[in-house]
Nanobody, 125 residues
Framework: QVQLVESGGGLVQAGGSLRLSCAAS????????MGWFRQPPGKEREFVAA????????YYADSVKGRFTISGDNARNTVYLQMNSLKPEDTAVYYC??????????????????WGQGTQVTVSS
């Protein structure tokens, strides 16, 4: 089992920044990739970004490219999502996820093994 705990959500004005963190514990060796998904109000959960512990490759949703940066600290089993130039449409509950491979993150539906409890991000206009 892997436990994922997110932190860093909150309320920010449009154009502002937030950094989300996700700390993994437990049998983390079973997951070679971690990433972020989000669920806006009244919408389905969608992929945001992912990073591979093997090689450090990253993937981003088109809607966040150039504004969000995902990074990971393998030694601490922690992944971060730096969110800049935030827009009201970025308002959502953000979920951390872990998967066997990074490619699993972008499949529909995603083949993730574990999910965090979610953290709310609200961007005011």
């Amino acid at each position: 089992q892997v436990q994922l705990v997110e932190s860093g959500g909150g309320l920010v004005q449009a154009g502002g920044s937030l950094r989300l963190s996700c700390a993994a514990s437990g049998r983390t060796s079973s997951s070679n990739a971690m990433g972020w998904f989000r669920q806006p109000p009244g919408k389905e959960r969608e992929f945001v970004a992912a990073v591979s512990w093997s090689g450090g490759s990253t993937y981003y949703a088109d809607s966040v490219k150039g504004r969000f940066t995902i990074s990971g600290d393998n030694a601490r089993n922690t992944v971060y999502l730096q969110m800049n130039s935030l827009k009201p449409e970025d308002t959502a509950v953000y979920y951390c996820a872990a998967a066997r491979w990074i490619a699993y993150m972008t499949q529909t539906p995603p083949r993730t093994n574990y999910w965090g409890q979610g953290t709310q991000v609200t961007v005011s206009s």
